[in-house]
């Protein structure tokens, strides 16, 4: 009986204890499997904040001016030492330089990554061109690196810079020193392993031999080359706490056995209790339900076996804790990030809560970075971030989204007034002054707001049309500005308009339209105007000065430019062979003016003129004053070849004579919005007489555009001025309708209008 009860005491408490143990290995697996996933989490926002860090890094370094000036010059060792020495701030492993049409102009840095074939780049270029910039991974001669390109724009687009960082084993063992996991990235090419790197110094080559935890994601998938990555634990590793588990329940196993005896029945009866409450608690670690330990009963050893499960879970629950909050809050000012803001916006939504989505963004933060420094960066939004947890409400959720873009989730509030009223007190406790290093800082914000679900009743719609909302605050100026219908139908609008923009041309979709001047001293049409037009598939009709803004904010303007200069080259070319002696005018962009490529787009034009000086190229102040010294130069070239240049819109804007002297124009074109109102305007009319007394005095023609009454034209005939234009004359026609205009008389109004010209005000 006593041999009976001891052999059944120890198969118990051997049960019991394999139990625990394949419970504990169960538990071990899993909790690496889990860790696996949330490295993977890390990892991957690791990446993309990397990702956004090169960006903004070389977005910073490369919009120094001496660096744009450099690319202006052309001068190639000036250029090849700014690259250089901006290689060396970022330590990048490959610099390179690329012209507007992503041919390369210069490289520093990266040996043989410069090597890999052409067009690797292609698909980032093409991305910054329609985002404005662009980064991911590339394969560079079965290299793997991080590559960002960005624009260099100085008024125009100028050049791209790219930069590129190559995926090594410092950056292995970075991701290896946040999520703990042996980090490998192994590229191959048709299959073929051809680059792997480590974190583990010593893992030069695949060691199949040791058992790994392990978890493989594809990073690049590009034809032929492709980018893993694999995250591993050794089992070693994995299975320490199981190990150190097994031995402690050895060592109970033996003291069990060396104390049986007569306490065998005793313990037979002691033990069945507590090992089951134990093996509950082991399975209930395992599942990841932390509950709390079984009592204590008095048993040395299954109290220490309680205790080691205990210490069990608290470390992994603290573990757990710790990464799940790192992969879920911003590092710098331990706000939620933005993967958590959009979980906290879902989770409100599917409860049908009601809530204010405000986005705050810092303005001009980059000259803040720049002048101060990121350091002192990094604090100012640190104390944005305390002042927004000071200021708001205890139910609203506050966020960091990215860079200096701040998130706050407000409940309960249904109208404008009411937000206008708390963020009221929100913005004058954030506008206060900051002190930071000697210095005061006085911030402005930016924000955008809509109501949710009125507004937006999913997570995406509420991001998006809450960042169009912020996007018209930053752009306006406005101190809050909510969202309302029709906000992401414009963005949507000028989005398909750029993106359709170089298809335009290829497609004949464009097309010009001629209005005609009338010289007053001649009676005749000696002059039209080329004004370009867009019949848009779906759109329609796309106003000029919609679509010409935004072709040159994308860097397009080239192409519509060089499609004008053929068109107006080639209608030339047919009134010649009509015999038809016309002249063109022919309006330039603020972006063209400044160009270096500009005279060899206008030359075939001039060439094609029966004189040079039959081409009239009409500019506006505000766009030679964007760039003055470049524009004289381009526009004093182009008189050299014998066209004329004309100032349009003056009258307005940024009018000044020191321009106006510096330009030697030939033609002085006064603004329609003076013309338009000399009816109603008294001070327009002596405005108008003085601008045509000063325009002969400079020995410059002047033209009236916008005429659309006689009385107009009365007017300015009355006062001298040399040639005129608008609706009243003759609206922009095509060639044809053109041609059959101009073979009739003048219209009868117009000559009677400045036959019966005279002084006397209107």
């Known amino acids: 009986m006593f041999v009976a009860l001891l052999i059944f005491a120890l198969i118990a408490e051997s049960s019991v204890a394999l139990a625990v143990l394949r419970l504990n290995y169960l538990r071990a697996v899993h909790q690496a499997d889990q860790s696996l996933v949330v490295g993977t989490r890390v990892m991957r926002q690791f990446m993309v904040e990397r990702d956004r860090q090169l960006s903004l890094m070389v977005d910073i370094l490369t919009s120094s001016p001496d660096f744009k000036s450099a690319i202006s010059l052309g001068e190639q060792r000036t250029l090849h030492s700014a690259l250089q020495h901006f290689n060396e701030r970022v330590h990048a492993d490959v610099s390179v330089l690329l012209s507007p049409e992503g041919r390369l102009r210069d490289s520093v840095g990266g040996g043989r990554l410069l090597q890999g074939p052409s067009g690797t780049l292609d698909p980032l270029i093409d991305d910054a061109r329609r985002a404005g910039s662009s980064s991911g991974l590339v394969m560079i001669h079965n290299r793997p690196a991080q590559f960002v390109i960005v624009p260099i724009r100085d008024n125009h687009l100028l050049a791209w810079a790219g930069m590129g960082f190559a995926i090594d084993g410092e950056l292995a063992r970075t991701l290896h020193m946040l999520t703990g996991l042996r980090v490998t990235f192994i590229a191959s090419h048709h299959g073929r392993p051809v680059f792997r790197v480590s974190s583990d110094e010593q893992d030069t080559a695949p060691n199949e031999d040791i058992p790994h935890v392990t978890l493989r994601r594809t990073l690049l998938d590009a034809g032929d080359r492709r980018l893993d990555v694999r995250l591993s634990l050794p089992n070693g590793e994995v299975l320490t706490g199981y190990y150190a588990l097994a031995r402690r329940l050895i060592f109970i196993f033996i ?32 599942d990841g339900e932390y509950s709390n330990p079984p ?398 007394s000063l325009g002969h005095r400079l020995g410059l023609s002047v033209v009236a555009e916008g005429v659309e009454n006689a009385q107009t034209l009365q007017f300015l005939a009355a006062h001298d001025v040399d040639a005129i234009q608008g609706f009243f004359l003759a609206r922009p026609m095509t060639p044809q309708d053109l041609t059959e205009w101009l073979a009739q008389p003048i219209p009868a109004a117009v000559r009677e209008a400045i036959t019966t010209a005279a002084r006397p005000e209107l």
């Open 255 to 286: 003291a069990t056995l060396a104390a049986s005896g007569l306490l065998a029945f005793w313990l037979s009866r002691r033990l069945s209790a507590p090992l089951d409450q134990l093996s509950r608690f082991a399975r209930t670690v395992a």
């Open 295 to 692: 009592p204590s009963r008095g048993i040395g050893e299954l109290d220490q076996l309680a205790t080691a499960l205990t210490e069990m879970r608290d470390a992994v629950r603290e573990r757990e804790a710790r990464v799940r909050h790192q992969a879920s809050h911003d590092a710098l000012t331990g706000l939620p990030n933005r993967g958590l803001a959009r979980e906290h916006l879902d989770r409100m939504l599917r409860e049908g809560q009601s809530f204010v989505a405000v986005r705050l963004a810092v303005r001009g933060f980059q000259r803040i970075n720049s002048a101060l420094g990121y350091q002192l960066g990094d604090r100012a939004l640190q104390t944005v971030s305390e002042r927004l947890r000071e200021a708001t409400d205890d139910d609203s959720f506050v966020a960091r989204t990215e860079g200096n873009d701040f998130l706050i989730a407000c409940p309960n509030i249904e109208t404008e007034s009411g937000l206008h009223e708390r963020w009221q007190r929100v913005r004058e406790t954030l506008e206060q002054p900051m002190p930071l290093a000697g210095t005061t800082l006085q911030l402005e914000f930016a924000i955008g707001a809509l109501f949710s679900p009125a507004d937006a009743d999913d997570v995406e719609t509420v991001w998006r049309r809450s960042t169009i909302a912020l996007g018209q605050a930053v752009e306006h100026r406005g101190t809050l500005v909510f969202y309302h219908p029709g906000m992401d139908e414009q963005q949507n609008r000028e989005l398909t308009i750029i993106r359709d923009l170089a298809r335009a041309v290829a497609r004949d979709e464009l097309s010009l339209v001629y209005q005609p001047k009338l010289n007053l001293a001649t009676g005749r049409i000696a002059h039209v105007e080329a004004l370009v037009r867009w019949q848009h598939p779906t759109l329609g009709f796309v106003p000029p000065d919609e679509f010409i803004g935004l072709a040159e904010r994308s860097g397009q303007i080239d192409t519509i430019t060089g499609w004008v200069c053929e068109a107006a080259a080639s209608q030339l070319s047919a009134w010649q062979a009509a015999g038809i002696d016309l002249g063109m005018a022919l309006n330039l962009s603020a972006d063209e003016i400044a160009n270096d490529d500009l005279p060899r787009m206008i030359k075939p034009v001039l060439r094609t003129a029966r004189t040079p000086s039959a081409i009239t190229l009409e500019v506006t102040e505000s766009a030679i004053l964007r760039e003055p010294a470049a524009a004289r130069a381009n526009l004093a070239h182009l008189q050299r070849y014998g066209a004329r240049i004309a100032v349009d819109d003056f009258g307005t804007g940024y009018s000044s004579f020191s321009q106006l002297g510096q330009l030697s124009a030939d033609e002085l074109k006064i603004d329609k919005s003076l013309v338009q109102t000399l009816e109603s305007a008294t001070a327009n009319q002596h405005i108008v007489n003085a601008i045509i």
